[in-house]
């Protein structure tokens, strides 16, 4: 499944879109450290441990345990960020009754851009075009994307373009923050 728009094109990450992903990486590298609650990736990432990265993401997509796609321009010349779609029972640090509560909804999605983007219309307008996608093409009204409270500017995209916070996990993690489509 593709995603093409006038303002960005989504096709599944895979090991030819290194050299695109590795520039995207490491230009938001102190960003993705907040979004992930990681040390990845690190000052001196080399673009050999970012191909198998690539290659994994790509592994799980063939496999159907998760998809992620790459956001590129239109032309495809840029990569712009990456979208995760996982299944809920990825999310590993969830008690008992999160679990409960979670297991109704099909998946969660996280999505990053490119520093040079970020907080501008362009994350915008990405951001909503994703909504349309997963509700119209995918059919999933009832995704959920997810952040940690480590990064604003994401819970503030999300608030602005209206999104409504469905659940705050009870520990700390990448994903204690889980948003609705209203």
């Keep these: ?36 609650k990681s040390d990845w990736p690190e000052e001196d990432f080399r673009l050999e ?29 840029h990569c712009l960020g990456c979208v995760y779609i ?28 490119r520093n040079s983007i970020q907080n501008t219309d362009k994350e915008n307008i990405i951001l909503n075009e994703l909504v349309a996608w997963f509700t119209e093409i995918w059919e999933m009204k009832d995704v959920l994307f997810s952040c ?3 990064v604003p500017s994401q819970i503030a995209l999300f608030q602005m373009n209206g999104l409504t916070l469905w659940l705050e996990l009870q520990q700390s993690s990448r994903h204690e923050l889980l948003w609705c489509i209203e």
């Design 86 to 113: 996982n299944p809920i029972q990825r999310i590993t640090t969830m008690t008992e009754k999160e679990s409960v509560i979670l297991e109704q909804r099909p998946a969660f999605v996280r999505f990053w851009t």
């Design 49 to 77: 441990e970012n191909l198998e990265d690539l290659k994994n993401h790509y592994w799980e997509h063939q496999h159907q345990i998760a998809d992620t796609y790459t956001i590129l321009t239109p032309d495809k010349k």
């Design 148 to 150: 940690n409270k480590k």
């Design 1 to 36: 499944m593709f995603l093409s728009t006038r303002n960005c094109f989504l096709e599944p990450l895979s090991p030819d879109h290194l050299l695109l992903d590795y520039e995207t990486v490491m230009e938001s590298r102190v960003f993705l450290r907040s979004w992930s």
